[in-house]
């Protein structure tokens, strides 16, 4: 099992629409979260951080649940411009610092 | 400011060949990270230091590979033969204390 788990997508959604993507993780140890936007050919960079008590930042909300080792991604009133790979990160320290990304969610978004 | 700046930002390369890629962190950043990233494999961790000191190579491929920090401003990955396999392309990533990691352009490397 892969310690930080993604559903690959693609999701295909229409402009506007509300899209969801879901992360679990394996190591009950981790201690931050992170959702990441990848474009294409481009370097991944920081969407949001995830807090325990959930976060919001314009049309995006995330999500954290300790107890069942998800985390979550939630994009309101989806734009063209967010089509993108999403990546969920997640970071521990287990006797040394761990960082692990998980695979992404390919998200296209269509007018 | 300056993000994390890489070089070369391609490089095409035949098999057996060494190739050396190169990394600026952020300035202040004390973590730095290398990671590789296919389509079949994702973004995975080679290596990352901290205050220049390696602290998990548990990533790195093989003995092939290598890197160095000689000092915070500065870091190498070298491939040493290079294989096609190798073909990929390669992030540097810093950050402080553990916090969100920011990450150069990357280098797209092709091995033939």
């Known amino acids: 099992r892969k310690e930080v788990e993604q559903d690959p997508g693609p999701f295909n959604v229409p402009e506007g629409a509300t899209v969801a993507f879901n992360c679990t993780y394996s190591?009950?140890?981790?201690?931050?979260f992170f959702w990441y936007r990848q474009d294409c050919r481009k370097e991944p960079k920081l969407l949001m951080s995830?807090?325990?008590s959930g976060n919001e930042d314009g049309r995006f909300t995330a999500q954290l649940n300790r107890a069942s080792q998800y985390i979550s991604l939630l994009i309101r009133d989806s734009k063209l411009s967010d089509s993108a790979t999403y990546l969920c990160?997640?970071?521990?320290?287990?006797?040394?610092?761990?960082?692990?990304f998980g695979a992404g969610t390919r998200l296209f978004v269509k007018a | 400011d300056a993000g994390v700046i890489q070089s070369p930002r391609h490089e095409v390369t035949e098999m057996g060949q060494e190739v050396t890629l190169r990394c600026k962190p952020i300035s202040g950043h004390d973590y730095l990270f290398w990671y590789r990233q296919t389509m079949m494999r994702g973004l995975e961790l080679l290596i990352y230091f901290n205050n220049n000191v390696p602290i998990d190579d548990s990533g790195m491929p093989e003995d092939r590979f290598s890197a160095k920090m000689p000092n915070a401003s500065f870091s190498t990955l070298k491939i040493q033969p290079s294989e096609p396999r190798d073909s990929a392309v390669y992030f540097c990533?810093?950050?402080?204390?553990?916090?969100?990691?920011?990450f150069g352009p990357g280098t797209r490397l092709t091995v033939l």
């Open positions: 990533a810093s950050n402080m204390g553990g916090g969100t990691q920011y």
């Open positions: 190591n009950s140890a981790s201690q931050s």
């Open positions: 995830v807090y325990s």
């Open positions: 990160v997640v970071n521990a320290y287990t006797g040394g610092f761990k960082t692990i």
